[in-house]
């Protein structure tokens, strides 16, 4: 069973702009915590950017200044804004809960 729902991935050129979000199931599913995470091919899952309940935000340096997380705590909600998409953006990208929950992925593709 999925508890976090992720959407809003897709196909986009270089220096181009996706929005991811991402939605918990259940408001029990809807942590404290939550972050985005991506895994390329053959390389390891890597921690993208995360927020706490406070709003207090943390960023992977390869991604400071051009990604954005916020959460929007009345939908359950939390989102990625991602700027100036590089091709070595490319990858799929997970959604985490402190809970321990994950969600299924979705593909981002940074390609001319």
């Known amino acids: 069973q999925v508890h976090l729902v992720e959407s809003g991935g897709g196909l986009v050129q270089p220096g181009g702009s996706l929005t991811l979000s991402c939605a918990a199931s259940?408001?029990?599913?809807?942590?404290?915590?939550m972050a985005w995470y991506r895994q390329a091919p053959g390389k390891q899952r890597e921690l993208v950017a995360g927020?706490?309940?406070?709003?207090?935000?943390n960023y992977a340096d390869s991604v400071k200044g051009r990604f954005t997380i916020s959460r929007d705590n009345a939908k359950n909600t939390v989102y990625l804004q991602m700027n100036s998409l590089k091709v070595e953006d490319s990858a799929v990208y997970y959604c985490?809960?402190?809970?321990?929950?994950w969600g299924q992925g979705t593909q981002v593709t940074v390609s001319s």
């Open positions: 985490w809960g402190s809970t321990g929950a």
């Open positions: 259940e408001s029990r599913f809807y942590s404290n915590g």
């Open positions: 927020i706490n309940r406070y709003g207090l935000t």
